[in-house]
């Protein structure tokens, strides 16, 4: 808050540092400088006493499991702005004053485009407009997120700043600019002890909006960016090359670490996303995904602040039922992850190859038709043989189909093997006289492929989105069964010939490392990932409810629900949870797969106080955000019980 706290802040850090005792000791796992400065009870009774605020001690003390758990029964609802159980002003000042003077009162980012928020600047508000597709400026902010739909859509660029008013709307009201744990286990334990809702912020790239949340208080791990490279780790359950990765680094940084040392990462296309946070917990597919399987399958240990405010390990040998969840089981749902130390691989060649088929007047749709039942019919060798693709399938009005191959990836296969591989495919393209050039290239190393491909594609990055997204995975047995399979290319089809653009991989990340964990058991079986979005009316920026409504519908009704005739929960279909459209009304199963059930016991055993709350989380069904008519579920209303 204000700059005298700050300096205030900086009186005690030996007293931080004191509570560092359990850090060190009680970690067989290296830690991060910020991770030795964690609290205990003594660490946390010696820091109140110094700053004089021994009389909140029950605000920020630790839930030492003996106080009643009211359950269900509690609060109807987190605290909000205005209640009279919302904390004073001077609380806040008492945290800001323990936190070092960390705590930020949060402003919503395109707050100097309005005259009401009394910062109006037209320049500053041109400054927002021309940074508000780069991911990176969402990222530096404490609470702006990539999909403003869920905010609530309360605060937009405008140019005109009197025609309406800037208001919070799902930005968390306050956010902790962490750069200790101690910080961390002094905002959950503040969460818990005043019924505040916590939201957790690393990227703000959640799909759904999970890392925003109306009246919270959040926990802003941006700045969380160490890094190390262990060229010979001994741990529990692994010894060889790993990477400590703190919550704040993005997928690009971790690529730039392995690449470095000469080793393979696994992370996803997005190089501003963040690894540790969503990515990791939540599954994490990969260009690498047909050699190694999911990120989440090579996370060798977690740090994690829990509910109880404590600072533990997840790891094969301590907590290892939180180690099975917090790998694939989703974020913001069983603590916060202040860095994971994840295996890498050693550094591979990869060919990648991208190509566009189109029809024409020499390619009739049928033969390109033709030429799109070829490839999709190939997913079973071409997944079989580790490797994996990013497509886009367009057909406009006027009767013209597009397909872009951007690209065919090809982990550790020389030109010569790529080539064999795609013979099959590429000879029925030339009996078909359909021209195409592929661009095939042999790139010396995973990172050296990243960058040719995804690595400057600033479209597929660009934030500030008013797009209802979702995502579809299709098992194995849908291209094994002859008939099935024909059910299934006659979806896609359809869906591609009504004008809907259709853009997905072919990928099969199985259970390669043989782990046992919560990644979605429809991961397991998928050898294709759709990537698919609701309809809204053409040249439309800034849609009413109801448009988003409609297109929320369109997208269930038909696109998800052909889909899901193919291809049920039941029989292996799913949808990933960190991609997925946030009005999914068969969420457990689509998100989950067979292991929600086990997912749950252990979100009542980590949070039986529910401090984490995440639409569509395990256990996210006894809560509901009241956010009024908006089109869509969104962030932007109070958190309540169902
Ligand atoms: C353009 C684009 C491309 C993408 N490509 C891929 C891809 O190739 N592969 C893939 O698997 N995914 C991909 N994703 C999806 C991405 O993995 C998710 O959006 C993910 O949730 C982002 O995590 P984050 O931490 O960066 O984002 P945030 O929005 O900050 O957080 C996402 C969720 O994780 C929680 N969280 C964040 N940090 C922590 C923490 N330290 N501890 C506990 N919970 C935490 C938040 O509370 C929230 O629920 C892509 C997304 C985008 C926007
Ligand atoms: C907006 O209102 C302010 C005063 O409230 C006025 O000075 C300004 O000219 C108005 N701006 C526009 C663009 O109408
Ligand atoms: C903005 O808020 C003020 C104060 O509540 C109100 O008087 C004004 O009408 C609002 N303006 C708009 C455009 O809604
Ligand atoms: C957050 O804290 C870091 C130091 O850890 C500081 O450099 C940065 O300026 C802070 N950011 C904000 C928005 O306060
Ligand atoms: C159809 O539209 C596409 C753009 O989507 C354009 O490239 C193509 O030339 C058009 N074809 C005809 C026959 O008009
Ligand atoms: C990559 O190819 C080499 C040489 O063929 C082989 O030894 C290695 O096991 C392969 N790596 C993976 C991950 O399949
Ligand atoms: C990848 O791109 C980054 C950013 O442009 C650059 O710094 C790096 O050297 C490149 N690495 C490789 C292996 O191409
Ligand atoms: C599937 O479709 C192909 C191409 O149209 C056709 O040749 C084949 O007979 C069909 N198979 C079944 C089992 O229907």
């Given at each position: 808050m204000a700059a005298a706290f700050c300096l205030f802040g900086l009186l005690f850090p030996s007293v931080l540092s004191f509570g560092a005792a359990q850090g060190t000791s009680g970690h067989a796992y290296p830690l991060f400088e910020y991770e030795t400065r964690s609290l205990t009870e003594e660490g946390l009774e010696k820091l109140l006493a110094g700053a004089g605020a021994s009389d909140s001690a029950s605000l920020f003390?630790?839930?030492?499991?003996t106080k009643a758990n009211p359950g269900?029964?509690?609060?109807?609802c987190k605290v909000f702005p205005g209640d009279a159980e919302w904390p004073a002003q001077n609380t806040w000042q008492t945290f800001d004053d323990l936190l070092g003077g960390a705590l930020i009162e949060t402003v919503p980012v395109?707050?100097?485009?309005?005259q009401n928020t009394g910062i109006y600047d037209a320049e500053k508000c041109a400054a927002v407009r021309d940074s508000f597709s780069n991911p990176y400026f969402h990222e530096n902010d404490p609470t702006s997120i990539f999909w403003p739909l869920y905010q609530g859509r309360t605060c937009m660029v405008t140019?005109?700043?009197?025609?309406s008013n800037c208001t919070h709307g799902a930005f968390p009201v306050y956010a902790v600019n962490v750069s200790s744990v101690s910080q961390i286990q002094l905002a959950v334990n503040f969460a818990r002890n005043a019924n505040l809702r916590l939201v957790i912020k690393n990227t703000g790239h959640c799909y759904l909006g999970k890392s925003s949340g109306a009246g919270a208080l959040s926990i802003w791990?941006?700045?969380?960016k160490n890094l190390e490279y262990h060229p010979d780790l001994e741990i529990p359950g692994y010894s060889g090359p790993a990477i400590k990765v703190g919550a704040g680094v993005t997928v690009r940084e971790v690529y730039a670490e392995a690449e470095r040392n000469d080793v393979s990462a696994l992370g996803g296309i997005c190089e501003s996303v963040g690894y540790a946070g969503g990515y990791v917990t939540g599954g994490g597919h990969t260009p690498l995904s047909g050699l190694y399987?999911?990120?989440?399958?090579?996370?060798?240990a977690l740090e994690v602040v829990t509910a109880d405010g404590h600072f533990i390990t997840a790891s094969p040998e301590e907590n290892t039922d939180l180690y099975w969840a917090l790998r694939g089981g989703?974020?913001?749902?069983?603590g916060v992850v202040t860095s994971i130390i994840i295996r890498v691989h050693p550094k591979l060649p990869v060919v990648t190859s991208t190509f566009t088929l189109s029809t024409s007047p020499t390619v009739s749709a049928d033969a390109f038709w033709e030429a799109m039942y070829s490839y999709f019919s190939l997913f079973i060798p071409f997944t079989d043989a580790g490797t994996y693709s990013w497509f886009t399938l367009f057909s406009d009005t006027n009767g013209s189909h597009t397909f872009s191959m951007e690209p065919f990836f090809a982990p550790n296969h020389t030109l010569t093997s790529f080539t064999t591989l795609v013979e099959p495919w590429f000879a029925k393209l030339r009996a078909l006289h359909i021209p195409f050039t592929p661009t095939t290239t042999a790139h010396p190393s995973f990172y050296a492929a990243y960058n040719a491909t995804w690595g400057s594609n600033i479209g597929l990055n660009s934030a500030g989105r008013i797009s209802v997204p979702s995502n579809r995975l299709l098992p194995r047995r849908n291209w094994e069964d002859p008939a099935l399979f024909n059910a299934t290319f006659a979806v896609l089809r359809r869906h591609a010939s009504a004008g809907r653009l259709l853009m997905g991989y072919h990928q099969a990340p199985r259970n390669r490392a043989g782990v046992d964990n919560a990644v979605n058991s429809a991961w397991r079986e998928a050898v294709c990932f759709l990537i698919l979005s609701g309809r809204l009316p053409?040249?439309?920026?800034?849609?009413t409810a109801e448009q988003v409504r409609a297109a929320s519908v369109d997208l269930q009704e038909e696109v998800i629900a052909p889909l899901r005739e193919v291809a049920p929960e039941s029989e292996g279909g799913g949808a990933y949870l960190n991609e997925a459209?946030?009005?999914?009304?068969m969420w457990r199963e689509a998100f989950y797969g067979v292991h929600y059930e086990r997912l749950l016991e252990v979100k009542r055993a980590w949070d039986p106080r529910e401090v984490f709350y995440a639409t569509t989380?395990?256990?996210?069904?006894?809560?509901?955000?009241?956010?009024?008519?908006?089109?869509v579920q969104t962030q932007n209303g109070r958190l309540c019980r169902v």
């Open positions: 003390a630790f839930d030492d499991g269900p029964s509690g609060p109807a395109a707050a100097p485009c309005y140019d005109d700043p009197n025609s791990t941006h700045n969380l399987g999911m990120a989440a399958d090579h996370v060798m989703g974020g913001g749902t069983f053409a040249g439309v920026t800034d849609p459209n946030v009005d999914e009304p989380a395990v256990g996210s069904e006894g809560w509901e955000v009241r956010d009024g008519e908006m089109g």
